[in-house]
């Protein structure tokens, strides 16, 4: 029986931001530098703990005559907060930290007496979590920081719990590859009862859910996805098409067509660039419940989505023949108008197919020659 294209998506669940906290202070004066180099290297953190995204970490060697003194050295910071300098020279300097806006006669931390040591690679953070630095900051700072650590550890936590999340989905999606149904469906029952409001939950819970045959289950989870994106702030066309997709067929398998059929529509509404796989899918689900008229109206529209796809043609062509009739004088079969070219249509677009010889046979009922390789009877 030919079966449906699965959507095996890696979407995954979209972890929050840590909150960042610059602080802008002048800077003081360095010391002297010597001869030989060495490395530097360290990581930047911001009061609350969380890694600086971007920014540079100078060095100042001698003093800084001014607040605008060139720096000696400059190393960018990366994603991760981390910065690293080689052919350093040795010698002690001020080292300090600046976000991408930054005045020049600011900075955001700065360190002094750090010593680069000739052969060596020098560690030295910048972590602005450190007492000294929370003790430059004014009570409304202090008061604003712990609101943000506070935000920051709801994030952390949250942030725990989507990953933990995502990893069962990427469980279940292989034990449904696995054919473990049962199992992909225990493990989303747990997590649709942890976060209930996650629309990607509820769709792998509705995948497995068909899988298994539970289609009023399967339907319940699968609108209760849609229900939750159509709500959401921005929608995600992806997430709601796929689960309007595996909908038509949970609605389709209960014998609920109309039902169906509007389930497809609105997935390829919802998702547009998917339409034709899902119409595909649709006259696939149609076909195998027997539905004639439903299955043509389906290849119709998956052709009109995108005509280069075989099957839709061979299905369309199938349910056609199904309608032909016998010309009582002749006695020659009489297929419905579209069928000889529906078939010859999928031959041109697949001359080795799967059902390239039950094409042909039909054409040769019909007393057509079987359209082979690129080229068609025509009309």
Known sequence: MMQRTHIWRRLALALSFVAVWPLAISPAGAQTGAVGSGKIHGQVLNPTGAPMTDGTV???????????QEAKYTFPVDANGNYKGDNVAAGTYTITYREPDTPKDKVVDQIDNVKVVEGQDTSQNLDMSRPEYIAKLTPEQRKALEEAKAKNASVL???????NLNADLNAARSDRADKNYQQAEDLMQKDVAIKPDEPLLWVELGEAQLALKQYSDAETSLQKCITLEQAAKKPNAQVEGAAGNSLGEALADEGKIPESQAAYDAAAKADPAQAAMFYQ???????????????????????????????????????????????TKTGKVIAPPGCEEAYEKYLQL?????????????????NQSPATGNKGKKH
């Open 157 to 163: 936590k949250e942030n725990a719990q989507i990953k």
């Open 58 to 68: 100078s060095l100042y060697a001698g003093g800084m005559s001014s607040p605008t």
């Open 281 to 327: 899918n649709e006259t696939i689900v149609m076909s195998r419940a027997g539905k004639i008229e439903e299955t043509v109206a389906a290849a119709d529209k998956a052709i009109a989505a995108d005509p280069s796809r075989p099957i839709p043609y061979y299905l369309k062509g199938q349910a056609l023949i199904s309608k032909a009739t016998v010309d």
């Open 350 to 366: 697949a001359p080795n197919g799967p059902f390239a010889n039950d094409a042909k046979q039909v054409l040769a009922g019909l």
